[in-house]
């Protein structure tokens, strides 16, 4: 079965400093991967995707992600964190079922926040 | 840029009551899903319709959820008797059918639902 885990609950750092969210999935094979970001209250908005080709892509907001395959992980980056970017940030995996839609499932979610 | 429309964005309720949302997904997309989201966890799927069947409703609790999406176009999710553990984000998502666009689950904005 498919899974998503994301190891760290919380994160916190300094704006300027660099980030990285960690992202491990369970899949047989290559599967859609995503990370989402939701501010309070919000819904969930698309930073980045990774379906095939050059396995380290950006986003918007100027998040990265490297895909892994021997690693199973789906790491995001980002090289100087602004105050604006705390939020949650999910990571998921897609793959597309007998019916021709996609299931996603999503990982548990790590909170950030920046200190000034 | 095409959304997806949910309303109401809050909703409060009182336990044993009914409740009901609605969301409208982007035209042309034949995926539809509903979510839950409780606070400081990932969204989980309760229902999710091709067009106007159900594909997934396996994680519904069918004796007070229901989920329609009559026309294959917009949905509405009821909950009926409320209770209080029924406090959560509820997250609409669309996307298209494999093969006829991008992997991406496009989210709404969500009905924050509290039940006193």
């Known amino acids: 079965a498919q899974s998503v885990t994301q190891p760290d609950i919380h994160i916190t750092v300094s704006e300027g400093a660099s980030l990285e969210l960690r992202c491990n999935y369970s899949y047989g094979a290559t599967p859609y991967l995503f990370w989402y970001v939701q501010s309070p209250g919000q819904g969930l908005q698309l930073l980045l995707k990774y379906f095939s080709g050059d396995t380290l892509v950006q986003g918007i907001k100027g998040f990265e992600a490297e895909f892994k395959r021997s690693q199973s992980s789906f790491n995001l980056r980002k090289p100087s964190v602004h105050w604006s970017d705390a939020a949650e940030y999910f990571c998921a995996v897609a793959s597309p079922d007998t019916s021709g839609t996609y299931k996603y499932i999503f990982g548990t979610g790590t909170r950030l926040k920046v200190l000034a | 840029e095409a959304e997806v429309a949910q309303s109401p964005r809050y909703k409060i309720t009182e336990k044993s009551q009914a409740v009901a949302f609605w969301c409208d997904p982007i035209?042309?997309?034949?995926?539809l899903y509903w979510y839950r989201q409780i606070l400081g966890q990932g969204p989980e799927l309760l229902v999710q319709f091709q067009d106007e069947s159900v594909v997934d409703d396996s994680q519904l609790p069918k004796d007070r959820f229901s989920a329609e999406r009559l026309k294959g176009v917009d949905s509405t999710l009821k909950i009926q008797p409320a209770e209080l553990g029924d406090s959560a984000m509820y997250l609409c998502a669309s996307s298209p059918l494999w093969g006829q666009g991008t992997a991406e689950a496009f989210f709404g904005q969500g009905t924050r639902l509290t039940v006193v």
């Open positions: 035209s042309g997309h034949a995926t």
